[in-house]
């Protein structure tokens, strides 16, 4: 069975990932949006295309990661990358050595620095937001 996109859910999760509220979407979306229609839009499994690609400049989130991320995926594949066996010790009691191909010590360093790579984007996309809305108000 095929696992279906929602693409509704995929944009409250990079909205909160960003730290954009509802409100904050629903206003750089344009006049006739409210906190009630995004929290709407959410729940929605697909989303027009014209719409997406209007979240998608708001967001600065590329379409294609509204339309093909999908959590189980995501996790499937982090499952079947990073095995228990990848990060277990060399322990006595188990009564064999495992010795990894490669030092998860490293694995874990690289992903951590991916983490803070996107951490700094965010946070970066997130402080020009506040400035454009911050702009807005003063108007």
Request: aromatic share 10%.
């Amino acid at each position: 069975m095929e696992q279906k996109i929602h693409q509704g859910k995929n944009v409250k999760r990079f909205r909160e990932m960003l730290g954009i509220k509802q409100e904050a979407l629903a206003f750089d979306l344009g006049d006739d949006w409210t906190q009630k229609k995004i929290s709407l839009l959410e729940q929605k499994d697909v989303i027009e295309e014209n719409l997406l690609k209007q979240i998608s400049v708001s967001l600065r989130i590329p379409v294609e990661a509204f339309q093909n991320f999908d959590e189980e995926q995501a996790v499937n594949v982090i499952a079947n990358t990073y095995s228990f066996q990848d990060f277990k010790d060399n322990a006595v009691a188990s009564g064999f050595t495992y010795q990894p191909s490669f030092n998860p010590l490293d694995k874990i360093v690289q992903l951590y620095d991916e983490k803070i790579l996107l951490y700094e984007r965010m946070l970066n996309e997130k402080d020009e937001m506040m400035q454009k809305l911050e702009k807005l108000i003063n108007k």
